[in-house]
């Protein structure tokens, strides 16, 4: 029987290493300088050219803060509120009843003068506009309260008349009963509608306007009132105005241009209804006869052989 080898094998190997000094790092290697620019440098310490141009071409200036001395200190004139906003801020500035009820509930007990404060913010607090009406109805409930403890509030009894008066049902209020109407009374007077029917008389009488004026028989005009009546000789010499339907003379004696004539005759115009007799649907142009068709054209002209 052959024995398989174990499946883990270990191997014990020995390394000894000889211990190394670190690299040592070289000096930083800079730019070289010559030894005759060194002694120049060394001899002439200040080079004004070197000075000139590390100038700058366009120099800026900084901002440099002016120096402040100390501020005297002094009163500042401070303006007073006014009395409305003096209220307003001192009833706002007042903490809430909440806060207030349980800093006293969980700090009561490190002083009595923390108490004696906690007790006057929030009396003060009470007293505020903005817990008006809770503080009414707190002083409501702390009345009933009171009277509860001494013994002063008696209990209700019933008024046994008020419970009878609305234990009746109410009263059903019937509606008026409806009056008869009079009968329509029966016309008569027939002798005023034959007065109303038959028409006014008319008189026609002369319209004021076409009367004279008695005073216009006997006025006497003045001088004035006659010159102004007179037309100026400006009016007296101007042209006839024109007379409709009247020809002038000139135009009767003038001798019409053959061309005039021409002109003057209106445009003789074909009537649509003789072009339509003349027209023939059958008939074929002269272009269509003289043509000469293409070979192309005579064999799309011949008609398809169909089985």
Not at 17 to 24: A, E, I, K, R
Not at 46 to 59: E, F, V
Not at 76 to 102: A, M
Not at 157 to 181: C, G, N, S, T, W
């Amino acid at each position: 029987m052959q024995q398989h080898p174990p499946d883990n094998e270990f191997v014990h190997v020995d390394i000894s290493v000889s211990p190394v000094p670190p690299p040592v790092s070289a000096a930083p290697s800079g730019p070289k300088i010559p030894p005759k620019l060194l002694a120049i440098m060394k001899k002439y310490k200040y080079n004004w050219r070197l000075d000139q141009l590390a100038k700058p071409k366009m120099p800026i200036r900084k901002y440099v803060p002016r120096e402040i001395g100390l501020i005297k200190a002094g009163k500042i004139p401070l303006k007073r509120l006014s009395d409305e906003i003096q209220y307003y801020s001192d009833q706002i500035s007042r903490p809430p009843l909440r806060s207030l009820y349980c800093n006293k509930h969980y700090f009561e007990n490190i002083s009595k003068n923390y108490k004696k404060k906690i007790t006057k913010n929030i009396n003060k607090a009470w007293d505020s506009i903005y817990n008006y009406y809770k503080k009414k109805e707190r002083d409501r409930k702390l009345r009933l309260l009171r009277k509860q403890a001494t013994g002063k509030e008696k209990k209700r009894e019933l008024d046994m008349k008020r419970h009878d008066e609305l234990a009746k049902p109410k009263a059903l209020f019937k509606p008026e009963p409806i009056k008869p109407k009079k009968p329509p009374q029966i016309f008569s007077n027939y002798g005023r509608l034959d007065t109303l029917a038959t028409p006014r008389p008319c008189i026609m009488q002369t319209p004021k306007s076409l009367e004279v004026n008695p005073a216009a028989l006997t006025y006497e005009a003045t001088e004035t009132v006659i010159r102004l009546a007179k037309l100026p000789p400006r009016l007296l010499n101007l042209p006839k105005p024109l007379e409709p339907g009247k020809v002038k003379k000139s135009a009767l004696r003038y001798n019409a241009t053959p061309r005039i004539i021409e002109i003057a005759m209106p445009k003789q115009r074909s009537d649509k209804s003789k072009e339509d007799e003349d027209f023939d649907p059958f008939a074929i142009s002269k272009k269509a006869l003289t043509y000469k068709p293409t070979p192309r054209i005579i064999e799309m002209a011949k008609p398809k052989e169909r089985d």
